[in-house]
Nanobody, 118 residues
Framework: QVHVVESGGGLVQSGGSLRLSCTTSGFTFSSYDMTWYRQAPGKERELVALITSFRSTRYADSVKGRFTISRDNAKNTVYLQMNSLKPEDTAVYYC????????????WGQGSQVTVSS
């Protein structure tokens, strides 16, 4: 059975930091590309950061230089370090996994709320 569980969200002041974790089980984590998405109220879901199985990374322009995605294959976990947070970063953050040669993300977590106060 597959599990994808995000943690680490919460309320933080503008300029602060948070680290999100996404712990997984039930699939071969090291072979999967992992992505963080976010969705703010009234807005479409957007890609925040991606890390491939080869550890290549990609970021949304809005978070470049502030957010860092990383993975620990021994712990089947992907992280999102978020620094210099802004109120516009407020959203529910989701973790997703995409298998080798898969055209879309197959496994999703339930989401973790991040709220940045001004």
């Amino acid at each position: 059975q597959v599990h994808v569980v995000e943690s680490g969200g919460g309320l933080v002041q503008s300029g602060g930091s948070l680290r999100l974790s996404c712990t997984t089980s039930g699939f071969t984590f090291s072979s999967y590309d992992m992505t963080w998405y976010r969705q703010a109220p009234g807005k479409e879901r957007e890609l925040v950061a991606l890390i491939t199985s080869f550890r290549s990374t990609r970021y949304a322009d809005s978070v470049k230089g502030r957010f860092t995605i990383s993975r620990d294959n021994a712990k089947n976990t992907v992280y999102l370090q978020m620094n210099s947070l802004k109120p516009e970063d407020t959203a529910v953050y989701y973790c997703a996994a995409r298998g080798p040669l898969s055209p879309k993300d197959g496994y999703w977590g339930q989401g973790s709320q991040v709220t940045v106060s001004s």
